[in-house]
């Protein structure tokens, strides 16, 4: 057993590893549709300065880990109405942890939300509905781009 682990975990990361451009894209945002969750103005702080933060951002960076783990077990079918269910129901446990965590804040202007905050916010989200295997797919792919931001698109 330990050796498949092992062998789960060395597909994960060549998943992780393996640049965008050559993996399939979807639009995991799109299933927000009109639930995109009314949350407070926030400003993210990444490694591209301060800016306006998107809930769709958070939908976007679940389902590419999402993505991730099922390229590593040779899943043909990934974006299916289960996975996109999974990444809408995250994406809105991201967006009622963020406006608890705002309101036990309140300051004044929009509150500033580092990268790793909401890294940890997303991971939290995952473990609570118990996609385990996306969070370890989230960290691989974080760890494998150096620790350093995502690159968000919208």
Do not use: C
């Not at 099922?70 to 996975?83: A, L």
């Not at 446990?93 to 309140?106: F, G, N, T």
């Not at 916010?121 to 620790?147: C, P, Q, T, W």
Request: glycine share 6%; no cysteine; proline share 3%.
């Amino acid at each position: 057993m330990r050796n498949t682990i092992f062998e789960e975990d060395r597909l994960l990361t060549k998943a992780a590893e393996t640049p965008r451009e050559n993996k399939p894209r979807f639009d995991w945002a799109e299933d927000l549709g009109e639930n995109r969750f009314e949350i407070p103005k926030v400003r993210i702080t990444d490694g591209a300065g301060d800016r306006d933060f998107h809930i769709a951002e958070v939908a976007e960076v679940i389902g590419e880990a999402l993505t991730d783990l099922m390229i590593s077990r040779e899943e043909k079918e990934i974006y299916t109405p289960q996975n996109r269910e999974l990444v809408v129901e995250s994406s809105r446990l991201v967006a009622s942890r963020l406006i608890e965590r705002l309101e036990q804040e309140e300051e004044g202007g929009a509150p500033r939300l580092s990268f790793d905050d909401l890294h940890k916010l997303i991971e939290k989200a995952l473990v609570e509905n118990d996609a385990y295997d996306v969070a370890k797919s989230l960290v691989f792919s974080r760890s494998n781009h150096g620790g350093g931001q995502w690159t968000f698109t919208n």
